[in-house]
């Protein structure tokens, strides 16, 4: 796996520098078939040119870290001329390694007696005694305190007008009588007075009164089709009214009369027929 590669070329590699980096880039592509990055990749995770990462890796094969195979990476359906170097990490833990995750140095373990009162330490590699969890640098073993030295632990003092209240004399009684206040007095608000001239008092707003659709006169009714006949017979006619120089003003449907000379459209049309 890629994760295992990379702790082994961390942790036992002599490698620096950019030849590292070029190594740990490989190492990141590392399966189960090896790594075939491009040299492209390796140059941009290396933070080097394409000629200086092919430098590397072959300084890198001959210290013996990878083995390359030319044109051996790729998949099934790679074409010849398209595929990549294929690249696998030679690195192992040596003797001294412990094999685990972190790859500890078994030869800084210091074999020194337990102290009185204290567990003895096992051995790096062993598993853990039961009911004992293994330590870790993201988490380290914490002592807990005793009993004893939680009492002997001077007592926090509370203050309990910190917040600039006295909870001893609160009561449920008072915040209702105050919530009960402030309902009244945002429902009935004191008249505002002026600053600028003292005594002044805004007077209050003028009563509008509330628009009431009842008020308005009922829409006339339409009338029958026989006079809607005569009042569009009667439109097409001149009215005498102002010299005759615009026609009758009739309401085609709710009309009988002229608005301009108030004469009926049955008698404009009877006159009209009168005068043929």
Same mark, same amino acid.
Request: proline content about 9%; aromatic content about 4%; overall charge neutral.
């Given at each position: 796996?890629?994760?295992?590669?990379?702790?082994?070329?961390?942790?036992?590699?002599?490698?620096?520098?950019?030849?590292?980096?070029?190594?740990?880039?490989?190492?990141?592509?590392?399966?189960?078939?090896?790594?075939?990055?491009?040299?492209?990749?390796?140059?941009?995770?290396?933070?080097?040119?394409?000629?200086?990462?092919?430098?590397?890796?072959?300084?890198?094969?001959?210290?013996?870290?990878?083995?390359?195979?030319?044109?051996?990476?790729?998949?099934?359906?790679?074409?010849?001329?398209?595929?990549?170097?294929?690249?696998?990490?030679?690195?192992?833990?040596?003797?001294?390694?412990?094999?685990?995750?972190?790859?500890?140095?078994?030869?800084?373990?210091?074999?020194? &007696? !337990? *102290? @009185? +009162? /204290? #567990?003895?330490?096992?051995?790096?590699?062993? &598993? !853990? *005694? @039961? +009911? /004992? #969890?293994?330590?870790?640098?993201?988490?380290?073993?914490?002592?807990?305190?005793?009993?004893?030295?939680?009492?002997?632990?001077?007592?926090?003092?509370?203050?309990?007008?910190?917040?600039?209240?006295?909870?001893?004399?609160?009561?449920?009684?008072?915040?209702?009588?105050?919530?009960?206040?402030?309902?009244?007095?945002?429902?009935?608000?004191?008249?505002?007075?002026?600053?600028?001239?003292?005594?002044?008092?805004?007077?209050?707003?003028?009563?509008?009164?509330?628009?009431?659709?009842?008020?308005?006169?009922?829409?006339?009714?339409?009338?029958?089709?026989?006079?809607?006949?005569?009042?569009?017979?009667?439109?097409?006619?001149?009215?005498?009214?102002?010299?005759?120089?615009?026609?009758?003003?009739?309401?085609?449907?709710?009309?009988?009369?002229?608005?301009?000379?108030?004469?009926?459209?049955?008698?404009?049309?009877?006159?009209?027929?009168?005068?043929?």
């Amino acid at each position: 796996m890629s994760i295992d590669a990379s702790a082994i070329v961390w942790a036992h590699s002599e490698a620096t520098g950019s030849e590292l980096l070029v190594l740990l880039a490989i190492a990141d592509h590392e399966g189960d078939g090896g790594a075939w990055p491009a040299m492209e990749t390796l140059a941009r995770r290396g933070r080097v040119t394409r000629d200086a990462a092919r430098k590397i890796v072959r300084r890198l094969e001959l210290r013996g870290e990878i083995t390359t195979d030319l044109n051996g990476g790729g998949g099934l359906r790679t074409a010849a001329h398209m595929r990549t170097n294929r690249y696998e990490v030679n690195l192992k833990c040596p003797e001294w390694c412990d094999r685990t995750a972190r790859h500890r140095d078994l030869r800084e373990v210091k074999a020194d &007696p !337990p *102290a @009185a +009162g /204290t #567990a003895p330490s096992r051995s790096a590699g062993s &598993p !853990p *005694a @039961a +009911g /004992t #969890a293994e330590p870790s640098i993201n988490h380290p073993n914490k002592q807990t305190p005793s009993s004893s030295e939680v009492m002997a632990q001077p007592e926090l003092e509370i203050d309990s007008n910190q917040s600039g209240e006295n909870y001893s004399e609160w009561s449920p009684a008072d915040q209702l009588a105050k919530a009960r206040r402030r309902m009244v007095e945002a429902r009935d608000p004191k008249p505002k007075t002026s600053h600028t001239r003292p005594g002044f008092t805004v007077p209050p707003a003028p009563h509008v009164p509330r628009f009431d659709s009842r008020s308005l006169a009922p829409a006339p009714e339409h009338v029958s089709p026989e006079q809607q006949a005569a009042n569009g017979a009667a439109a097409q006619l001149r009215c005498p009214a102002q010299g005759g120089k615009y026609r009758h003003l009739i309401p085609p449907a709710t009309g009988t009369h002229c608005a301009r000379c108030n004469a009926a459209a049955h008698d404009i049309i009877n006159s009209q027929e009168a005068h043929a």
